[in-house]
């Protein structure tokens, strides 16, 4: 395969963003945002957040931004997510292998049902901002 | 210790973004014999006591969790360099920045495996902020190299779905050039 480089990486945007604008509705009113401290790491955070990115894809879901971030403050349920959507409470959920990350694009982003066996307490007080 | 050398990376990264760093440097070069990786940042830093202190596991940055009394990212890498044959080397200037560094034997049987290099770079971009990441990633074979910054300057926003995905592409295709 050849060698892509950073003009290859704009003209394949371009030719994607045809297709993007198309189908974005309007701003991004989402957030996904996977915990990525030792505690996620060691639990298998990064897989959770590369199924989370392809569900999106394969959903073509434009409106939700998908972050890193680092302890949440509840190691004993790592890997965790947390997902702020319209029309839905702010939630954290916990043990979220990639499989449960694509049920939370599934159900929670798509279907506006919360994924009940999940749902973990907020962090500590302390560490949020 | 962590599954791979990824993770490895993953964390000290994260450390690095969180001490306030505008600008970030990774090198992860692997032969078959040796894996050497250095990640140096110009965050917040840490005194001589600190940074002695980072190596014991017991210890975390004061304030950052009033219950949590362990940090495990230095003490895990330290660990793994012990077990497997290989060796840190942590510096840092406070107001200047960290450089945390080391190497492993990657003929050892207890290495950990590399892991997925492209998929790791990926997701230390999505942190939020502005900060820059410049990864040299070199084998026997070659190198490359990419930035934040101008994965940015080429996709716009990387948190988004789209744009991830794209920047994933790219990766993935400079990892492959380095393998063939």
Same mark, same amino acid.
């Given at each position: 395969?050849?060698?892509?480089? !950073?003009?290859?990486? =704009? =003209? !394949?945007? $371009? #030719?994607?963003?045809? +297709?993007? #604008?198309? &189908?974005?509705?309007? *701003? =991004? /009113?989402?957030?996904? %945002?996977?915990?990525?401290?030792?505690?996620? %790491? +060691?639990?298998?955070?990064? /897989?959770?957040? *590369? +199924? %989370? !990115?392809?569900?999106? $894809? =394969? *959903? *073509? %879901?434009?409106?939700?931004?998908? &972050?890193?971030?680092?302890?949440m403050g509840a190691c004993a349920s790592e890997p965790t997510v947390e997902v702020i959507a319209p029309d839905m409470p702010v939630v954290i959920y916990g043990k979220v292998n990639g499989d449960v990350g694509r049920q939370i694009v599934r159900e929670h982003i798509i279907g506006k049902k919360l994924i009940d066996n999940h749902i973990v307490d907020r962090p500590a007080l302390d560490i949020m901002k | 210790m962590h599954a791979t050398v990824c993770d490895i990376i993953t964390d000290l990264v994260q450390n690095a973004v969180e001490a306030g760093a505008k600008r970030t440097e990774l090198l992860v070069s692997t032969t078959p014999e040796r894996i050497e990786v250095r990640v140096a940042d110009d965050g917040k830093g840490m005194d001589a006591e600190t940074l002695r202190k980072a190596s014991d596991p017991f210890y975390t940055e004061p304030?950052?969790?009033?219950?949590?009394?362990?940090?495990?990212?230095?003490?895990?890498l330290l660990q793994t360099c012990e077990e497997c044959g290989g060796k840190a080397d942590l510096a840092s200037v406070p107001g200047q920045g960290t450089t945390v560094s080391f190497w492993l034997d990657a003929r050892n049987i207890d290495t950990p495996p590399v892991g997925d290099v492209p998929e790791t770079v990926l997701g230390l971009m999505a942190f939020d902020g502005d900060y820059d990441l410049l990864l040299t990633r070199r084998t026997r074979r070659d190198e490359y190299t990419v930035s934040r910054m101008e994965l940015m300057d080429a996709l716009g926003n990387l948190s988004e779905a789209s744009t991830l995905a794209m920047a994933k592409e790219f990766l993935r295709n400079q990892e492959m050039n380095l393998e063939n």
């Open positions: 395969m050849a060698k892509m480089t !950073l003009a290859d990486l =704009k =003209k !394949l945007r $371009e #030719s994607k963003q045809q +297709a993007m #604008s198309e &189908r974005d509705p309007s *701003n =991004k /009113d989402t957030q996904v %945002i996977v915990g990525m401290g030792t505690c996620g %790491i +060691a639990a298998g955070a990064k /897989d959770t957040f *590369n +199924a %989370i !990115l392809d569900e999106l $894809e =394969k *959903n *073509n %879901i434009t409106t939700v931004l998908l &972050r890193q971030t680092g302890c | 304030g950052k969790h009033s219950k949590r009394k362990v940090g495990l990212g230095i003490p895990l």
